[in-house]
């Protein structure tokens, strides 16, 4: 069984320390290729530089979250839109709309987005995208890009069905985390899982966040990494009421497929 980690912050400093072990850990629980999210000018620097560490196994994005699109400016423009040029770069992100926070104003968010799907467009790579309760403002920005653009994946997808229905509509590729684990806030996402088209599904970790609540035993750190996307994957088998292979098979040949990945 091969899984694809379709989102994964590994430039992130709690992975500073064992990194290798980490990847270790992920082959051995059957993650044959993960793309390391950049989501930052730096860190999407970062994720490339890691990528080149392991060709095949590691691919990147290059692109610049909306809490950071405060600091989004003609350099850094310029800047993913080389990084985007990088054949180790396989889509532009991630980018979108986060008004849960607004660590960046709603503005500057949208001016980021909307720039960063221009990058997609010129490129021809595939968005992965970000969005949380700015679901009105995103839709609206993507539907005007979206003829253009070769492929989207909305990343982390934690919304509810009318937003699903939007997606899909959009011919929108959906990516799977832990939240789907999570009784507190991610309950109504099992039947909306049922209703994702094979190959609009992708699942992923987004280590180090989002530690599966089911694990068990739980890791003392919680500190989620590319080894638990196996747990991820069955808890989407268990809601579409598929076999974990089956499920493992469709998702990796979507990533596949989505990425323009080659075999792991």
């Not at 503005?107 to 949380?132: M, N, T, Y």
């Amino acid at each position: 069984m091969q899984l694809i980690d379709i989102g994964a912050n590994l430039t992130h400093e709690s992975f500073q320390h064992d990194l290798p072990e980490v990847l270790a850990r992920a082959h051995q629980h059957g993650v044959s290729q993960l793309i390391v999210t950049g989501a930052s000018r730096e860190g999407s620097i970062q994720a490339l530089a890691l990528a080149r560490t392991r060709p095949g196994r590691l691919h990147a994005t290059a692109g610049m979250h909306p809490h950071h699109a405060v600091d989004y400016d003609p350099a850094t423009e310029a800047e993913l839109r080389a990084l985007a040029l990088e054949p180790e770069v396989c889509a532009v992100g991630e980018a979108g709309l986060d008004y849960f926070r607004n660590l960046s104003t709603p503005a500057q968010q949208r001016i980021a987005f909307e720039s960063q799907l221009q990058i997609a467009v010129d490129c021809g790579k595939p968005v992965f995208l970000h969005q949380r309760e700015a679901h009105h403002d995103f839709i609206a920005i993507l539907r005007r890009y979206r003829p253009r653009l070769q492929a989207a994946v909305v990343h982390c997808f934690t919304d509810q069905a009318d937003a699903l229905d939007d997606y899909l509509e959009l011919d929108c590729h959906i990516g799977i985390t832990g939240w789907l684990c999570d009784e507190r806030r991610g309950g109504h996402l099992a039947p909306l899982v049922k209703r994702i088209p094979g190959d609009r599904l992708m699942i992923e970790t987004d280590a180090p966040y989002l530690l599966p609540r089911t694990l068990r035993p739980r890791p003392k750190h919680n500190r989620n990494e590319p080894m638990y996307l196996a747990h991820i994957c069955e808890a989407v088998a268990m809601a579409r009421g598929e076999s974990t292979a089956h499920v493992a098979a469709i998702t990796t040949a979507t990533a596949r497929a989505f990425f323009r990945l080659g075999g792991g």
